[in-house]
């Protein structure tokens, strides 16, 4: 078998997975389950054999899809170590998510259709890894809009998940125009929207680098990773099942637009990096300032996801693309591991979601309490763990490029300890806080054991740094040139020490709060205007919902009286429009309703008397 059949079937076993159950298996619910959970491990398996198979090599497969004239659209694989190291990372969580589920979902009663909806949302990424044009990028790119639209919703009875559904739906549109623009613009001037002939034409001649281009199709990372000012989708998203929130808004989805961006870094001038950087330093201290004002365990790990994908976003404006690359990977092990924890403690706590109603579960619950803690530990970037050489990896390069940006991200990893400990110290410590808690138990194996793998990889997930190759050198160019800066040792030594305070200073201010647990919010109760303002998250939704309600709607119904009664009435239809408009209002004459008789009469008197006074 070729590495080329290996990806093959990495595509098709998921697609295959997800027309079976779509048409045969959406009641036969352990069919269903076996189907999905048993493709997620053949993607696993063929992706490592295809990874071995190719090793340092970059494997190209194109296949012309459309035909017309002189335009062709092609469609194929770009297997290098970018999308080795994505493909391997995205493999390894899903099918740990699928394993999770088995526990998680055991006893809901649309489980066929949520395995349908994995299936086909693991298609649908794999696809925007494997693709090797900016068309096919696109298909696969709408595809998990509406298998994320599916999964999000997947409590459809609930008016909250329903509406949590539409509104990511809509939000990732507006910026999946400004993306589909980007694509027309880039054929039109490079002739082209394959990725690697793109990169072969900018790097002979760096002058046909537009800004417009790169603007518009980094609208598409904005939507896709939730950022300002289209992060309003991603914490409302956590009304799905929490599996989905640990594939879809850790692992894989909102990392698409990161990965998107860094496939494409050759496109962007400095300017507009810096601006990615500046965007991504805001949503990392915004989302860490509104993570302290909320109480589901879930929406706080949605703003602890907006927060890193800011430093994502961050390092690739930086200058960093492999620094990026590194941190979306140990980023979507621990975050993982955090979402399938919540998971877990909302399933022993029979779904319940507030913080302030659990507590003491600790010892009801130890493994999942421990796995949860060193989840924390390598997101807030603790020396060894994951998350310390990513972070301070981009720490290291904002030091270097933009020393404002470096301290900037300093404060937020602060702010993330801070609330991160928060939410440990009151699920885990003090006493439970309802009879939820109290009869809390232990999940069963088929979650605890993704829990510990994941730990595992939160732990050791960094260490690839000391071996830059085994991501497929794709950090490897970033690092060499960090170390190979005048001033390195000094460099890291601040960031280490920094870094340090940072993550200590913030884990103990949140344990001299909430370290014996606790049944409200301090800083409610005793800044009840700061608190008010972090809960607002700066009323982004209500500006949003105005705009939609007082501006949008009303030209919405112009444009409807203008298509209805102008373009088809009259420019259309002409003569015969006239006389079916005139038709009618005779026919209101004569419907039978008493008022529109009234108002006739009336409107008759009017004209009368207009006319008897002399004013026509």
């Known amino acids: 078998m070729t590495a080329t059949q ?8 998921p697609l295959l997975s997800a027309v079976l159950i779509a048409f045969f298996c959406r009641q036969r619910h352990g069919l269903a389950a076996t189907l999905s959970v048993g493709a997620s491990a053949g993607i696993l398996i063929f992706s490592l054999l295809a990874i071995s198979q190719t090793g340092t090599d970059i494997l190209k497969a194109t296949y012309t899809w459309l035909e017309l004239g002189a335009f062709e659209v092609h469609m194929g694989f770009y297997f290098d170590s970018v999308s080795k190291t994505m493909l391997l990372m995205v493999a390894a969580v899903g099918f740990l998510i699928h394993v999770f589920s088995l526990g998680y979902m055991a006893k809901d009663p649309a489980r066929g259709r949520y395995y349908g909806g994995l299936s086909i949302f693991m298609f649908s990424m794999l696809g925007i890894i494997l693709a090797n044009s900016l068309i096919m990028i696109f298909v696969f790119w709408e595809l998990v809009g509406f298998s994320s639209y599916m999964l999000i919703g997947h409590y459809m009875h609930k008016e909250k998940a329903a509406a949590a559904a539409k509104k990511a739906f809509i939000v990732n549109r507006i910026g999946d125009l400004g993306f589909v623009v980007g694509i027309a613009y880039a054929y039109w001037h490079f002739g082209t929207t394959d990725l690697d002939v793109m990169a072969q034409i900018v790097g002979a001649d760096s002058s046909l680098i537009k800004m417009s281009i790169a603007a518009l199709l980094m609208c598409g990372f904005i939507g896709k990773s939730a950022q300002f ?4 989708w991603l914490p409302d998203a956590m009304a799905g099942p929490t599996p989905v929130s640990a594939l879809i808004h850790a692992a894989t989805m909102v990392a698409a637009g990161g990965y998107f961006l860094i496939r494409i870094v050759y496109l962007f001038p400095s300017e507009l990096l810096t601006f990615i950087a500046w965007l991504g330093v805001f949503g990392a201290i915004y989302a860490g300032f509104c993570a302290y004002a909320r ?18 976003g961050a390092a690739f404006g930086l200058g960093y693309p492999g620094i990026a690359l590194f941190h979306l990977v140990t980023h979507a092990f621990f975050k993982a591991l955090l979402f399938l924890g919540a998971g877990s403690v909302i399933h022993g706590c029979h779904h319940e979601q507030n913080i302030f109603k659990m507590g003491g579960l600790l010892k009801k619950m130890p493994i999942t309490g421990t796995m949860f803690f060193i989840g924390i530990l390598a997101l807030c970037g603790v020396y060894v763990l994951s998350g310390y050489y990513s972070k301070d990896a981009i720490l290291i390069g904002g030091g270097f490029v933009n020393m404002p940006i470096a301290v900037l991200l300093t404060f937020g990893a602060l702010l993330t300890a801070g609330y991160m400990g928060r939410l440990f110290w009151i699920v885990f410590l003090g006493q439970p806080n309802s009879e939820a808690a109290a009869h809390a138990k232990e999940s ?53 020490i920094y870094g340090t305070a940072a993550w200590v200073l913030g884990l103990l201010g949140s344990f001299f709060f909430y370290g014996r647990g606790a049944k409200e919010d301090r800083l409610q109760k005793n800044a009840a205007p700061v608190y008010g303002l972090l809960r607002s998250r700066l009323w982004f939704d209500e500006v949003y919902d105005y705009y939609v309600a007082k501006v949008q709607q009303r030209l919405a119904i112009f444009l409807s009286f203008i298509d209805v009664f102008v373009i088809k009435g009259v420019l259309v239809r002409g003569s015969a429009g006239l006389v079916g408009l005139f038709g009618m209002g005779a026919r209101s004459l004569h419907d039978g309703n008493i008022h529109v008789y009234v108002y006739w009469f009336l409107g008759g008197m009017l004209a009368l008397w207009v006319v008897a006074s002399g004013l026509l």
Request: proline share 5%.
């Open 295 to 312: 109480t589901d365990i879930k929406q706080i790990l949605a703003y602890s996801t907006l927060s890193q994908l800011g430093y994502i």
């Open 6 to 13: 290996s990806l093959i079937l990495v595509l098709l076993l």
């Open 444 to 496: 069963p194996l088929s979650m605890t054991v993704p829990l510990i793998v994941l730990a595992v990889l939160s732990v050791c997930g960094g260490w690839l740094s000391y071996w830059p190759e085994a991501l497929g050198g794709s950090i490897k160019a970033d690092k060499t040139l960090l170390q190979a800066m005048d001033g390195y040792d000094a460099m890291y030594n601040n960031v280490l």
């Open 229 to 232: 000012p289209l992060h309003v």
